[in-house]
């Protein structure tokens, strides 16, 4: 009876249901959803001190709360919902920073750390996201398909066999684009650091 998160099969059998209007799956899928990205918000920060915690809790909490409130979507499978969250943590990471009020690039901007799929940057390191961000929209204008790889693995905390099945990609591919996004990526920012 009792249900695993970390079941995919079972996580998508609900959201499906959900998409199609069951209200009785997004009360069983509720406590899977947020046990799930609670658990990816914790791989992101294993290296980080103590008081990351609440920092954790609180965007795993505003993930969550966007994420339920997204009403018409039809969600695929669990990979398709983890997708939508890198994308929800991604904004809501710039916007806590942006609202600290750190839009000046440079000080403690750490690129190795930022592009580093086992810690997503925290806002609380608020020229490190803005500048990845900044950074990331224009690699968006000139390869979506790179970005977005980057979004997915960084933010969303995503394998490359997951990046791969929401790109429909092949898992070469995404670890192509995943090393070539990533060098472009420390360039630019390397860059801007020593612009800044």
Do not use: C
């Not at 199609?20 to 997004?26: E, L, R, V």
């Not at 609180?58 to 409130?69: D, I, P, Q, S």
């Amino acid at each position: 009876m009792a249900q695993v998160a970390s079941d995919p099969a079972n996580i998508t059998a609900l959201l499906k249901a959900w998409s199609s209007g069951d209200p009785a799956a997004q009360e069983r899928l509720i406590p899977l959803i947020y046990k799930e990205l609670h658990r990816l918000a914790s791989r992101y920060r294993h290296k980080s001190g103590a008081g990351d915690t609440l920092q954790t809790t609180a965007l795993v909490n505003e993930a969550y709360m966007r994420l339920v409130g997204i009403h018409n979507i039809n969600w695929r499978d669990r990979v398709h919902f983890f997708a939508v969250s890198a994308q929800v943590m991604r904004r809501i990471l710039v916007d806590a920073a942006r609202a600290n009020g750190a839009a000046k690039r440079g000080g403690e901007l750490g690129t190795m750390v930022a592009l580093d799929p086992d810690r997503v940057p925290d806002a609380g390191r608020a020229a490190e996201v803005i500048a990845l961000d900044d950074a990331l929209s224009t690699l968006a204008r000139m390869d979506a398909r790179r970005a977005r790889v980057v979004e997915l693995r960084v933010f969303g905390g995503l394998t490359m066999e997951e990046a791969a099945e929401v790109l429909e990609l092949s898992p070469q591919s995404v670890r192509r684009d995943w090393k070539l996004a990533k060098a472009w990526l420390l360039r630019e920012l390397s860059h801007d650091r020593r612009a800044g």
